[in-house]
T-cell receptor, first 112, second 113 residues
Framework: LAKTTQPISMDSYEGQEVNITCSHNNIATNDYITWYQQFPSQGPRFIIQGYKTKVTNEVASLFIPADRKSSTLSLPRVSLSDTAVYYC?????????????FGTGTRLLVSP | NAGVTQTPKFRVLKTGQSMTLLCAQDMNHEYMYWYRQDPGMGLRLIHY???????AKGEVPDGYNVSRLKKQNFLLGLESAAPSQTSVYFC????????????FGPGTRLTVT
């Protein structure tokens, strides 16, 4: 079973900020949180990863509260090309073998 | 640098036929994985390998076999295809140290009639 829970779908408009929250109540001390993006007919693509507080890269920010039982992926000023499925994952294993358990993800639809 | 490639991109099999899917990576990664994705679902791990010459079962290994004779290649075999194996198959790789990102291939769409 997936270790995470996230909304099935979200709708937004171009130029808006989108926040997708994921809950991972049973996250272990050494687990980190990773988000992947998947377009139709393509393999998942890594977006961002974090362990605590805030992580920012060129495409997104990841906010993780102190208890680490949830995390929020923030996509600033989305465009139509951000329409995709977003997966929140808590992989077991960091530098070695990773067991990724995918849920159904959050289907984001960005409209004009 | 091609990353992770998969062959073939599409295939249609009849029930009972066999085939092999090839995954190749040119990043010198130790770990390789095979997943399947059914419509509207997340990916499920079939088999994985932690290095050349090693393989192990994932969540849904029944009906599949794998081999990792060379570090850069990970083969997924279906000995006797069944309609339940109709799916999109993704291969991924991951370095053994440091980075925790998995790199995915473009997928193979398999239909078993």
């Amino acid at each position: 079973l997936a270790k995470t829970t996230q909304p099935i779908s979200m709708d937004s408009y171009e130029g808006q900020e989108v926040n997708i929250t994921c809950s991972h109540n049973n996250i272990a001390t050494n687990d980190y949180i990773t988000w992947y993006q998947q377009f139709p007919s393509q393999g998942p693509r890594f977006i961002i990863q974090g362990y605590k507080t805030k992580v920012t890269n060129e495409v997104a920010s990841l906010f993780i509260p102190a208890d680490r039982k949830s995390s929020t992926l923030s996509l600033p000023r989305v465009s139509l090309s951000d329409t995709a499925v977003y997966y929140c994952l808590v992989p077991v294993g960091n530098t070695g073998f990773q067991k990724l358990v995918f849920g159904t993800g959050t289907r984001l639809l960005v409209s004009p | 640098n091609a990353g992770v490639t998969q062959t073939p991109k599409f295939r249609v099999l009849k029930t009972g036929q066999s085939m092999t899917l090839l995954c190749a990576q040119d990043m010198n990664h130790e770990y390789m994985y095979w997943y399947r994705q059914d419509p509207g679902m997340g990916l499920r791990l079939i088999h994985y390998s932690v290095g050349e010459g090693t393989t192990a079962k994932g969540e849904v290994p029944d009906g599949y076999n794998v081999s990792r004779l060379k570090k850069q290649n990970f083969l997924l075999g279906l000995e006797s295809a069944a309609p339940s194996q109709t799916s999109v198959y993704f291969c991924a790789s991951h370095p053994s140290q440091g980075a925790s990102e998995q790199y995915f291939g473009p997928g193979t769409r398999l239909t078993v009639t």
